[in-house]
């Protein structure tokens, strides 16, 4: 089953307003990713992350990869109808194998 | 389009059968991943082929096994179907080595009658 707790598991918000969804793990990732996943289509790249403490924007989409390894976040500012989907946050652990480890999702709905 | 091709893009066949679907990863990306998705699971890592070799596995099934060619490609093939094994089924591929992006195809969706 899945290792990452994503929240919250939607959200439904106006259009203009940030976003804000989270990924924690009870152990430790070296790198961080977030997707994005619209119906019939497979996940899309946002943001990738390689460094604990690292910040990382994406026009309107901010990052950040936890001090700790174990927690990430996905900022998204002045939302827009486009935005909806589902966010995918994903750690791999790096080595011979780096298989992603998925969160959840957070699905986001938003009023024009 | 993120480069990775996968078909088919449905598959509807009964219980018990076996099927393949087929995986072209972007130009030049060495490792190809496959991943199940499920309404019950998620995204579940299956399996991993780096340049022709198998370099991890995951809750794959025995069922079910994958294979990379010479070209690349990969296939994951699914024998004895059960209703269960109804799912999205993701290829992603990524270059080389730990820390790599990986950018995923458009998926093969199976339905187990």
């Known amino acids: 089953g899945q290792q990452l707790n994503q929240s919250p598991q939607s959200m439904f918000i106006q259009e203009g307003e940030d976003v804000s969804m989270n990924c924690t793990s009870s152990?430790?990732?070296?790198?961080w990713l977030w997707y994005k996943q619209e119906p019939g289509e497979g996940p899309v790249l946002l943001i990738a992350?390689?460094?604990?403490?690292e910040l990382t924007s994406n026009g309107r989409l901010t990052a950040q990869f936890g001090i700790t390894r174990k927690d990430s976040f996905l900022n998204i500012s002045a939302s827009i109808p486009s935005d909806v989907g589902i966010y995918f946050c994903?750690?791999?652990?790096?080595?011979?194998?780096?298989?992603?480890?998925f969160g959840g999702g957070t699905r986001l709905m938003v009023k024009p | 389009d993120s480069g990775v091709t996968q078909t088919p893009k449905h598959l509807i066949t009964a219980t018990g059968q076996r099927v393949t679907l087929r995986c072209s990863p972007r130009?030049?990306?060495?490792?190809v991943y496959w991943y199940q998705q499920s309404l019950d699971q998620g995204l579940q890592f299956l399996i991993q082929?780096?340049?022709?070799?198998?370099?991890a596995k995951g809750n794959i099934l025995e069922r079910f096994s994958a294979q990379q060619f010479p070209d690349l490609h990969s296939e994951l093939n699914l024998s004895s179907l059960e209703l269960g094994d109804s799912a999205l089924y993701f290829c992603?591929?990524?270059?080389?080595?730990?820390?790599?992006?990986?950018?995923f195809g458009p998926g093969t969706r199976l339905t187990v009658l």
């Open positions: 992603a591929s990524s270059f080389r080595g730990p820390g790599n992006e990986q950018f």
């Open positions: 152990s430790i990732f070296n790198t």
């Open positions: 992350l390689y460094k604990a403490g």
């Open positions: 994903a750690g791999s652990r790096g080595g011979a194998g780096n298989m992603l480890t």
């Open positions: 130009s030049g990306d060495l490792s």
């Open positions: 082929y780096y340049n022709g070799e198998e370099r």
